[in-house]
C-alpha cells in the first residue's frame, strides 16, 4: 500500500527557504512509472500546484514558481523534496505530496492527483 | 497563463441536480479531471479522462465535455456531497492547472 509523509519545519521566515520532504513507502520510487508532485492549498482557498517530478529526475513546475523552485528526487532514500527560495507570507499553506495516477491519464505518465500525503501546514512569518 | 474557471458556489437541494463547470481555452485539447474535497480532507479524483469514473465513486456523479466547458453533474444529490469541487487540466507546456474550486451547498 502506497503512503506518503511529508516532514519539513512548520514555520519559515520570510525571504528564507521553505525545504519539505516527502517519504514514500510501500513502493520503489524507481521501480514505478509514476509522476510525484507537491500541491499546496492555503488556509480557506483553492489548490494549487507546485510541480512533479519523474524518478528520472524530469520535473515540470508551476510556471508562476519556478524561478523560485526546486524539486528533486533520492531513489536511494525513496524519497523526493522541494525548495521554494525567497518565501513571503503569500506561500502559507498547508503542503501535500501526492503520486499523478497515469492509469487515469492521457499519455506520457501524467494523470491526476491518486493517492496524497496527510500534508503539512507551512507558516512565513518572522 | 492558463486559467481554468468554476463558479465558485453551487447550491442544490437533496435530490436535485447539480451542475458545476469548468472553461478553458485548452479543454477542447487536454483531458479535464474532477476532485472532491470534503472539510479537512484529501481531495479525490471523482472524474477521470473528462467523462471517466473511478471504481467507487457513485453513478450520480457523471462528466462530460463540450468546446472550451467541462461539466460535472451530480444527480440526485445527498446532503454527503456537500463538498468543494475542483477540475484540473494540463496546459500547453505539461503544467498542471487547478480551476478555484466550486462550494457545492446542498440546502
Known amino acids: 500500500q502506497l503512503q506518503l509523509q511529508e516532514s519539513g519545519p512548520g514555520l519559515v521566515k520570510p525571504s528564507e527557504t521553505l525545504s519539505l520532504t516527502c517519504a514514500v513507502s510501500?513502493?520503489?520510487?524507481?521501480?514505478?512509472?509514476?509522476?510525484w508532485g507537491w500541491v499546496r492549498q492555503p488556509p480557506g482557498r483553492g489548490l494549487e500546484w507546485i510541480g512533479s517530478?519523474?524518478?528520472?529526475?524530469?520535473?515540470y513546475y508551476n510556471p508562476s514558481l519556478k524561478s523560485r523552485l526546486t524539486i528533486t528526487v533520492d531513489t536511494s532514500k525513496n524519497e523526493f523534496s522541494l525548495k521554494l527560495r525567497s518565501v513571503t507570507a503569500a506561500d502559507t499553506a498547508l503542503y501535500s505530496c501526492a503520486t499523478e495516477n497515469h492509469s487515469y491519464g492521457g499519455g506520457d505518465f501524467r494523470g491526476p492527483f491518486d493517492d496524497w500525503g496527510q500534508g503539512t501546514l507551512v507558516t512565513v512569518s518572522s | 497563463s492558463y486559467e481554468l474557471t468554476q463558479p465558485p458556489s453551487v447550491s442544490v437541494s437533496p435530490g436535485q441536480t447539480a451542475r458545476i463547470t469548468c472553461s478553458g481555452d485548452?479543454?477542447?485539447?487536454?483531458?479535464a479531471y474532477w476532485y472532491q474535497q470534503k472539510s479537512g480532507q484529501a481531495p479525490v479524483v471523482i472524474m477521470y479522462k473528462d467523462s471517466e469514473r473511478p471504481s467507487g465513486i457513485p453513478e450520480r456523479f457523471s462528466g462530460s465535455s463540450s468546446g472550451t466547458t467541462v461539466t460535472l453533474t451530480i444527480s440526485g444529490v445527498q446532503a454527503e456531497d456537500e463538498a468543494d469541487y475542483y477540475c484540473q487540466s494540463l496546459d500547453n507546456s505539461g503544467a498542471w492547472v487547478f480551476g478555484g474550486g466550486t462550494k457545492l451547498t446542498v440546502l
Open positions: 485548452g479543454l477542447p485539447k487536454q483531458y
Open positions: 510501500g513502493v520503489s520510487i524507481s521501480g514505478t512509472n509514476y509522476y
Open positions: 517530478i519523474y524518478n528520472s529526475g524530469n520535473t
